[in-house]
């Protein structure tokens, strides 16, 4: 039985995805690349599991009288991936970040295929922080 504090064990499949990569082996200019294609179900999970159900996400008649006149994805999908990328390769299992700031350019529209490009920045050697700058195009 899972622990509900630690939370669902994580079934091999995905585990053998999952890097780590420690501070010391982290230069300034290293980077990770992570590249996905929004498809409807990725809307669609991400209004379930966030409770957004804006219109503009979920419902093509009222979205096609919106601004971008189509389905958009949630701005935090992007988010969401710039986290996938933190918490399971760069730098990886036991990864916190604690500040994030973001900017939206354009809408990302289903089959839309975005880049999320992390790089490190700056290291902070007397605590072991580290600033990366993370872009979705």
Known sequence: MNDPVAGPEIPP?????IENRTYDEIQIGDQSVLTRTLRPEDIQ????MS????PAHVDPEYAHSSMFHEVIAHG???GALISTVLGTEFPGPG????????????????GD?????????QKF????HMIFDCLCT
């Open 95 to 110: 990864t916190i970040y604690v500040s994030q700031t973001l900017k939206f350019s354009r809408p990302v529209k289903v």
């Open 13 to 17: 499949e995905v585990s053998e995805f």
């Open 125 to 128: 050697d007397h605590n072991k």
């Open 45 to 48: 999970l991400f209004a379930i």
């Open 51 to 54: 409770g957004d159900v804006n």
């Open 113 to 121: 295929t975005i880049t999320i490009t992390v790089t490190c920045t």
């Open 76 to 78: 935090m999908w992007g």
